[in-house]
T-cell receptor, first 113, second 112 residues
Framework: DTAVSQTPKYLVTQMGNDKSIKCEQN?????MYWYKQDSKKFLKIMFS???????INETVPNRFSPKSPDKAHLNLHINSLELGDSAVYFC????????????FGSGTQLSVL | QQQVKQSPQSLIVQKGGIPIINCAYE??????FPWYQQFPGKGPALLIA???DVSEKKEGRFTISFNKSAKQFSLHIMDSQPGDSATYFC???????????WGAGTKLIIKP
């Protein structure tokens, strides 16, 4: 019974391709996030949704588009992948509209060749 | 002013030692200071958190020390074990802006 699950765990693709990462949480949380972790382990927030409404949209190339069909799901679609997009992408959720106690998924390792 | 500065970047300690990881912040509006632990191949997980109304909080072998006047907080791990080897992140947020501001992380290795 994984609390925050994301798929796929590994994604290897060519430059220029379009790919999606899916995330689902079964915790009943209102808020979901996408984070990017680079090779130096630095965590950068990309997006946050609260009850399907976008509330945080950091400076991210518009090739990245989040979609939240319902409050339990937050998917990330990436168009025209570039080498610099290679990173680990984490989905997370929290019980309130704030940041207290984030629950993270296990991550998606994206490698762009 | 939104930064949280974490040090050291990496730390190697013998089993049983007490690793200490430090974080400093500038924004006096911050009122929530969590520490997250991340094992390889996993997402970060909340380890322990503190609010500025107390100067210390203990949970098991993990202790946060908080110095409000210095705008610093630190994580101490008592009787460290090889299983504590992980990357540790400090973070901070305020009730007016719930976005967590993350430190850069500390890779901790506990040698047997």
């Amino acid at each position: 019974d994984t609390a925050v699950s994301q798929t796929p765990k590994y994604l290897v693709t060519q430059m220029g391709n379009d790919k999606s990462i899916k995330c689902e949480q079964n915790l009943g949380h209102d808020t979901m996030y996408w984070y990017k972790q680079d090779s130096k382990k630095f965590l950068k927030i990309m997006f946050s949704y609260n009850n399907k409404e976008l509330i945080i949209n950091e400076t991210v190339p518009n090739r990245f588009s989040p979609k939240s069909p319902d409050k339990a799901h937050l998917n990330l679609h990436i168009n025209s992948l570039e080498l610099g997009d290679s990173a680990v992408y984490f989905c997370a959720s929290s019980p309130k509209g704030g940041s207290e106690k984030l629950f993270f998924g296990s991550g998606t390792q994206l490698s762009v060749l | 002013q939104q930064q949280v500065k974490q040090s050291p970047q990496s730390l190697i300690v013998q089993k049983g030692g007490i690793p200490i990881i430090n974080c400093a912040y500038e924004n006096t509006a911050f009122d929530y200071f969590p520490w997250y632990q991340q094992f390889p191949g996993k997402g970060p997980a909340l380890l322990i958190a503190i609010r500025p109304d107390v100067s210390e909080k203990k949970e098991g072998r993990f202790t946060i020390s908080f110095n409000k006047s210095a705008k610093q907080f630190s994580l101490h791990i008592m009787d460290s074990q090889p299983g504590d080897s992980a990357t540790y992140f400090c973070a901070a947020s305020s009730q007016s802006n719930y976005q967590l501001i993350w430190g850069a992380g500390t890779k901790l290795i506990i040698k047997p």
